[in-house]
């Protein structure tokens, strides 16, 4: 919706700072139409009460946001240790460097990466392959 949409449909007029949190109140309704937000907005919209928290529901998306950004970083660098693990497992024939890999990333994303980076193939990787295969 908007900032003119709003105006029309409450007869309200707002600056565009305040049309802001107006704004992210709707969008934080998905499954309300214009027209009804609009009118519960008039009846109840520009108290204290919802104002405060709008406020809160924004502080709690910015939170989220970082911590969804956090991680996505640990997944990657979670990632990098796998594929590190399997190096070293292959390098070194350490099946437990290997199981730690298949731990993080599960055995499919071990052997789609041995596949992919061409590392050799051992006889549990040949036999998932064989198995999934069918």
Not at 87 to 115: F, M, P
């Amino acid at each position: 919706m908007t900032q003119k949409e709003f105006t029309e449909r409450t007869g309200l007029t707002v600056t565009e700072e305040e049309y802001k949190s107006i704004e992210q109140m709707y969008m934080a309704v998905p499954d309300m139409d214009k027209d009804e937000f609009c009118m519960l907005y008039k009846r109840v919209g520009d108290n204290a009460l919802t104002i405060a928290l709008a406020g809160r529901v924004r502080l709690l998306e910015g939170m989220l946001e970082e911590r969804n950004n956090e991680a996505e970083d640990c997944h990657g660098k979670l990632n990098d240790i796998a594929e590190f693990l399997i190096g070293k497992a292959c390098a070194h024939d350490d099946t437990d460097l290997y199981t730690q890999a298949i731990a993080i990333l599960g055995q499919r994303a071990v052997v789609v990466y041995k596949v992919r980076t061409r590392l050799p193939l051992w006889k549990e990787d040949r036999d998932y392959i064989k198995n999934n295969l069918k």
